[in-house]
């Protein structure tokens, strides 16, 4: 069974101050795909990355960066000079395949920026 | 890029009462279909996967006899709460994929509320 933790429930920060959110993850795919998102008030869920199990490079887009271990299964998630903007829900997810298999998400972590 | 819709947005209907949550996809020809349910402060739970044409595949503890979901196109699945209570109400969203190699597109979600 796949399993997600995401064990920060909720943080808060003051804007232009970096954060980090947690994520760990179980499963017993070889093959298997991670993915973030945000899910503001509104409610939609906005896809920020996702990333395969064979690729564990570092990514960098503009102020979010993602680090990925497999070693320690984790794959958290860094947001740079945090905006009041960044305030959300994040969710880290996890699936054994791209478009037909669910995703199985972790608890999220409510993200508040303090201006 | 991909879009998913939902109708309605919103919706207040009283128990007893049957309800039904549309799920498009606009731009491409959904072979898969999710259904997630997201009470409030926690987290997405899969309900049911749909396959065009076949029957739906549902989650361990998740009625099918009330929470009908019918994906008769490759444009359009339906999600039918039958005889709605307050423990029902609660923010649907759908995703849809047009293959296993593909993203999962999700909808903006539909709050039901039951009175």
């Known amino acids: 069974a796949q399993k997600v933790t995401q064990a920060q429930t909720e943080i808060s920060v003051v804007e232009k101050e970096d954060v980090t959110l947690d994520c760990v993850y179980e499963?017993?795919?070889?093959?298997?795909?991670l993915f973030w998102y945000k899910q503001p008030p509104s409610g939609e869920l906005v896809f920020l990355i996702r990333?395969?199990?064979?690729?564990?490079q570092n990514e960098i887009s503009g102020r979010y960066s993602w680090n990925f271990q497999k070693s320690t299964s984790s794959f958290n998630f860094t947001i740079t000079a945090s905006q009041v903007v960044d305030s959300a829900v994040y969710f880290c997810?996890?699936?054994?395949?791209?478009?037909?298999?669910?995703?199985?998400f972790g608890t999220g972590t409510r993200l508040t920026i303090i201006p | 890029g991909a879009v998913v819709s939902q109708h309605p947005s919103w919706v207040i209907c009283k128990s007893g009462t049957s309800v039904k949550i549309e799920c498009r996809s606009l731009?491409?020809?959904?072979?898969?279909m999710f259904w997630y349910r997201q009470f409030p402060k926690q987290s997405l739970m899969l309900m049911a996967t749909?396959?065009?044409?076949?029957?739906?595949?549902?989650e361990q503890g998740v009625e099918k006899d009330k929470f009908l979901i019918n994906h008769a196109s490759l444009t359009l699945s339906t999600l039918t709460v039958t005889s709605a209570h307050p423990e029902d109400s609660s923010f649907y969203i759908c995703?849809?994929?047009?293959?296993?190699?593909?993203?999962?597109?999700f909808g903006p979600g539909t709050r039901l509320t039951v009175t």
């Open positions: 731009d491409f020809q959904a072979t898969t």
């Open positions: 997810a996890l699936s054994s395949n791209f478009g037909n298999e669910k995703l199985t």
């Open positions: 749909s396959n065009e044409g076949s029957k739906a595949t549902y």
């Open positions: 499963t017993r795919d070889t093959t298997y795909y």
């Open positions: 990333r395969n199990s064979f690729d564990e």
């Open positions: 995703s849809a994929s047009d293959g296993p190699a593909y993203e999962q597109y």
